[in-house]
């Protein structure tokens, strides 16, 4: 947590929004056990072939009206992203990080992150640009959507750790939350095109409208200079 990150930073202020936003399950592990009929994990819901075809496709088509509902993302890559999820599985049983990361299932959310401690570090920290990244945006841990539709516990728990270590990447790279700052030319690489077909499924079909909104951002705008 103590990797430096370049860049002005201003004072933190009280995170009140952080401490009061709840998280559904967002402090229990993912395991195999039985959570009623059918059920993998909490707030599994079990579907067949057909009904995940009908929600890829409802959830597409919703996603490429308007790129903002995150939640038809979610929806989208939870029942079109199996390979990619096996993919990012065995990666992670590669690596001894990764494996272990597996075999404890941590979660990140507000009941297990020490906001008092992440506050304290250095300015410039990881653990400290990550909490501001979090009250400049307005956002939680536990925000993100957690994971439904994934009829394998150990898939589920992968795709559920994408999701929370999101943010972390976005502080990372310095990248802004607004779609409409992607520059141009700004899409999955190719490696990542070719193991994650759900990256592929965001870039083609949600390109052309993100296209026409930052034309229109711009007209509306014009003293923005381009990212």
């Not at 400290?128 to 307005?138: A, C």
């Not at 990256?199 to 381009?226: G, I, M």
Request: hydrophobic content about 35%; overall charge positive.
């Amino acid at each position: 947590m103590a990797t430096m990150l370049r860049g002005p930073v201003r004072p933190l202020r009280p995170l009140p929004v952080l401490q009061g936003l709840p998280g559904p399950a967002a402090d229990v592990p993912f395991r195999a056990a039985s959570h009623g009929t059918g059920l993998l994990y909490p707030e599994h819901i079990p579907t067949s072939p057909l009904q995940k075809a009908l929600l890829a496709a409802g959830s597409a088509g919703m996603a490429l009206y308007n790129p903002y509902r995150h939640d038809m993302v979610a929806v989208l890559g939870e029942t079109t992203g199996c390979r990619a999820l096996k993919v990012l599985r065995d990666q992670m049983k590669r690596d001894p990080e990764g494996a272990q990361i597996l075999q404890e299932r941590p979660r990140i959310s507000l009941s297990t992150l020490d906001l008092g401690k992440l506050q304290s570090l250095p300015e410039g920290s990881l653990g400290r640009e990550y909490l501001r990244f979090l009250d400049v945006n307005r956002v939680s841990p536990d925000t993100r959507a957690p994971t439904r539709f994934v009829d394998d516990e150990e898939l589920a728990y992968v795709n559920q750790r994408y999701r929370e270590v999101h943010d972390m990447l976005h502080t990372l790279l310095g990248m802004p939350t607004n779609i409409l700052a992607l520059p141009p030319t700004l899409g999955p690489s190719p490696p990542l095109r070719a193991k994650c077909p759900r990256a592929q499924h965001r870039a083609d079909w949600a390109w052309p409208t993100l296209v026409e909104q930052r034309r229109l951002s711009r007209k509306q705008a014009p003293h923005c200079s381009t990212p």
